[in-house]
């Protein structure tokens, strides 16, 4: 990869982008516990086809600024990092393409700036509107009402999660990569698990590790969160009351940019938003050019599958 760093000024903080090619500027937008370097199979294809590809490291990750208060982590400072990426690397404008919590960032980016953001793809989460209430309130009802534990709820303590993960970061991140990855047989991410139970209790270290993720990989992003730690990503699972009195003024307005929506069939994470997500889906996104389930792939949807993604992602491109 020819990428260079840009180091970017976000209002108070500073934004990591690895960056490279010219032409209109495509943003990639990591999720948990990721890095720009989850693209990294991204930018050569994209590249040839003529944009300028930046994939940024969100506020709290890799070599962004890490702020301390958990508001600073909230949907609209984030999304106002993507505006002054926008604004410094593509002149104004950008299209988007996030995965995991990147994919509600893309989205809701989508939703409050159609003027910047002209075109939106998101990787394992689907956008379905606002919801009735802020998703930890309906988890509690679901999960901690009934005893069982849900992985958001235990990461609302602040210092909790950072300390199990930061203990031991090569091994936290071999447990939850493997866990829901297509490789893994059904039940490594346990869904018996009762409320009080840690994140990584009875998540499995495999003696192999699938072959999508190298140990140069793995190197890379265990090196990142020993630099960063683990309090600013997730800090972002802490605003989600903030996040929705913010959104609640866009609750009417539908994203009608041209979008894409790319999935593991064995993704985990589409699960949580249960049946009939694509119809539903189209009711708030009216320009969906693609709705595509990869057969066998599961969460880290663009290192499992780079080709597929790439051949899905270029051919929309092509289309805008």
């Not at 988890?139 to 031991?168: C, H, P, S, W």
């Not at 790319?262 to 889906?281: H, Q, T, Y």
Request: charged letters at 20%.
């Amino acid at each position: 990869m020819n990428h260079h760093f840009e180091f970017l000024p976000s209002g108070d903080v500073q934004i990591r982008a690895a960056v490279q090619g010219e032409g209109p500027l495509v943003m990639m937008v990591h999720g948990w516990p990721e890095s720009w370097y989850s693209w990294r199979h991204q930018f050569e294809p994209l590249v040839a086809a003529g944009y300028k590809v930046a994939a940024i490291d969100v506020r709290g990750y890799g070599g962004s600024s890490r702020p301390h208060p958990v508001e600073a982590y909230d949907m609209q400072s984030i999304v106002g990092d993507l505006q002054a990426v926008a604004d410094q690397l593509g002149g104004g404008k950008a299209i988007l393409i996030g995965h995991d919590w990147g994919a509600p960032i893309v989205w809701n980016a989508a939703l409050v700036d159609p003027g910047r953001f002209s075109a939106v793809a998101a990787l394992a989460i689907p956008h379905l509107g606002l919801g009735k209430a802020p998703f930890i309130d309906i988890a509690r009802k679901l999960f901690t009402d009934n005893g069982l534990f849900f992985y958001q709820i235990y990461i609302q303590d602040e210092g909790v999660a950072e300390a199990e993960l930061e203990a031991d970061v090569r091994t936290g991140l071999r447990k939850i990569y493997y866990s829901i990855s297509g490789d893994a047989p059904p039940g490594t991410w346990p869904a018996d698990k009762r409320h009080g139970d840690s994140l990584l209790h009875r998540l499995v270290d495999p003696a192999v590790f699938p072959g999508w993720m190298t140990p140069a990989d793995l190197d890379y992003f265990v090196n990142e969160f020993q630099i960063s730690g683990f309090r600013g990503p997730f800090n972002r699972y802490r605003n989600f009351h903030r996040d929705f009195a913010w959104l609640s003024q866009f609750k009417d307005r539908s994203i009608a940019q041209p979008a894409l929506f790319i999935c593991g069939e064995r993704d985990s994470a589409l699960k949580m938003f249960g049946r009939d997500v694509e119809p539903r889906m189209r009711e708030v996104v009216t320009d969906l050019r693609g709705y595509h389930l990869l057969e066998g792939c599961g969460h880290w949807t663009q290192q499992e599958r780079p080709a597929e993604v790439n051949a899905l992602l270029l051919g929309w491109l092509r289309g805008l």
